[in-house]
């Protein structure tokens, strides 16, 4: 059948450049660490990395955010680094643990974004530091809507 020997072939290449777009954000990390070491941002002109990634090379607030925290927890952490290198943890995983690790519990910690889903990982950092996922937020979805983020507790 033609359409299934399309459809298999369109899986396997949208698997391969996921695969390979994991593989870029860790190198984006290792490239971060050296951008950070040598203040590279600073010869920019910005402030600091997050600055530097949103205007510089205009990546979104949430990316740049992510890629800030995770460069400078691999940095702290190299056990982290392992991690990510090795591909036991993805780059949004390890962003969701950061605020949570320490020397102590960096390897429990790895080990629960290994086997958790990232909504289950989210409630596991909640439940060990609940200001890490606490926050309300309003923005615009249109010119005469507003989309609102509340926080409120989960019956038991």
Known sequence: MKNEKLIIELHEKSKSISQEIARKEVDLILVLQQVIKHKVYLAYKYPNLFKYLTLSHQMPEWRAYEMSVVTKASMKF???????????ISVSKARRIAPVIDEANIDNWMRRAQ?????????????????VSLYESARYVSEKQIELKIVISEKD
């Open 78 to 88: 190299k056990k982290l680094e392992a991690a990510l290198l090795c591909g036991k």
């Open 115 to 131: 086997l958790n889903s990232h909504r289950n990982l989210e409630k596991l950092v909640a439940g060990e530091n609940p200001e």
